[in-house]
C-alpha cells in the first residue's frame, strides 16, 4: 500500500523592511511549508470476530430439528478501508504593531494664489446736462428768530 504522509516544516523566515535612518531593520519570521513523499507502508487491521450466520435447513415437517456439535473454522477476508489524505495551504496573517520614524518637521509657509476677481466700474460715456429744479423744504420758529446769539 502506497501511503504519503505530509511533514510540516517550520522554517526561519528573514524579512527587511526599508528604514528612513542608516540601518536596515530585519525580522525572523517562522514560514510553515508541507513536504510530501510518497512511501510504501504496510497496514493489517485484524478484525477478529464471532458471528452467527443464519442458514436455511429444510427438512419434512415430521422430523424434528436439534443443533449439532459447533464447528469452528478460520476465514480471512479483505475489508476495504479509505484512507484519509490532508491536504495543507498556507494563508498570510497580518501582523501589526506601531512603529515610530523620521519624519520631517513641517514649518507653514504662506502660499498666495491668484484668484480671478470682476471689478466693474461706471464710466460715464456721453454726457448730456439735464435740468432738474432742486426744492429745499426749511423749517423755522419765528420765536427762534427772536433769541441772540448768546442764548444760543
Excluded: F
Excluded at 60 to 76: A, F, L, Q, W
Excluded at 112 to 122: A, G, R, S, T, Y
Aim: hydrophobic residues 25%; glycine residues 2%; aromatic residues 2%.
Amino acid at each position: 500500500m502506497h501511503e504519503r504522509p505530509v511533514e510540516l516544516l517550520n522554517l526561519p523566515h528573514r524579512e527587511g523592511k526599508p528604514n528612513y535612518a542608516v540601518k536596515e531593520r530585519c525580522e525572523k519570521w517562522p514560514v510553515q511549508k508541507c513536504d510530501v513523499e510518497t512511501k510504501n507502508v504496510q497496514k493489517i487491521h485484524p478484525d477478529t470476530q464471532c458471528k452467527k450466520i443464519p442458514r436455511k435447513v429444510c427438512a419434512p415437517s415430521n422430523c424434528e430439528v436439534v443443533p449439532g456439535p459447533e464447528i469452528c473454522n478460520e476465514e480471512t477476508r479483505t475489508q476495504i478501508q479509505n484512507i484519509p489524505e490532508e491536504e495543507c495551504d498556507l494563508q498570510p496573517q497580518e501582523h501589526c504593531k506601531t512603529e515610530s520614524t523620521l519624519v520631517p518637521r513641517l514649518v507653514p509657509k504662506k502660499n498666495c494664489v491668484k484668484v480671478p476677481k470682476e471689478v466693474c466700474v461706471n464710466t460715464k460715456t456721453n454726457p448730456k446736462k439735464i435740468t432738474k429744479p432742486v426744492i429745499k423744504n426749511w423749517c423755522y420758529d419765528p420765536r427762534d428768530l427772536k433769541k441772540t446769539t448768546s442764548d444760543l
